[in-house]
C-alpha cells in the first residue's frame, strides 16, 4: 500500500523554526516529484515547494524563498521541509504528496497534479 506519512506540525511562536517529515511506504521515492502544499481556514490549498527526486531540482513559492527549504534522505525515503522564521500567516494544514514522473515540476507543483496525498499535519505559529 502507497503512503505519505507526514510529522513534525506543532504550535510554534512566530520567528520559531519547525520541520517537518514526509515518510513513504510502499513505494520509493525513486524519480518522483515530491511536493508540500498547504491549508488555511477557508482558504484554497496552495503549494508552497516541490523537488523532483530525479535530479533534486526545486520549485519554491515566492512567498517562502529564504525561510522554507526542501531536502530529502534517500536512505529513509523521507522529504523534509524546513521551516525557519515563520509567521502567523503560514497557519495551517501542511500536506505532502508525490507523483511519478518528475517531469515539469513547476507545473506539477502550480498544478497540484499528484496522486499520492498525506493525510496532513497542523502548523500555528502564534503571534
Known amino acids: 500500500e502507497v503512503q505519505l506519512v507526514e510529522s513534525g506540525g506543532g504550535l510554534v511562536q512566530a520567528g520559531g523554526s519547525l520541520r517537518l517529515s514526509c515518510a513513504a511506504s510502499?513505494?520509493?521515492?525513486?524519480?518522483?516529484?515530491v511536493g508540500w502544499f498547504r491549508q488555511a481556514p477557508g482558504k484554497e490549498r496552495e503549494a508552497i515547494l516541490c523537488i523532483s527526486t530525479n535530479d533534486d531540482s526545486t520549485w519554491y513559492r515566492e512567498s517562502v524563498k529564504g525561510r522554507f527549504t526542501i531536502s530529502r534522505d534517500s536512505a529513509k525515503n523521507t522529504v523534509y521541509l524546513q521551516m525557519n522564521n515563520l509567521k502567523p500567516e503560514d497557519t495551517a494544514v501542511y500536506y505532502c504528496?508525490?507523483?511519478?514522473?518528475?517531469?515539469?515540476?513547476?507545473?506539477?507543483?502550480?498544478?497540484?497534479?499528484?496522486?499520492?496525498w498525506g493525510q496532513g499535519t497542523q502548523v500555528t505559529v502564534s503571534s
Open positions: 510502499g513505494f520509493t521515492f525513486d524519480d518522483y516529484a
Open positions: 504528496a508525490a507523483e511519478w514522473p518528475a517531469i515539469r515540476l513547476e507545473r506539477l507543483c502550480r498544478r497540484a497534479e499528484f496522486d499520492s
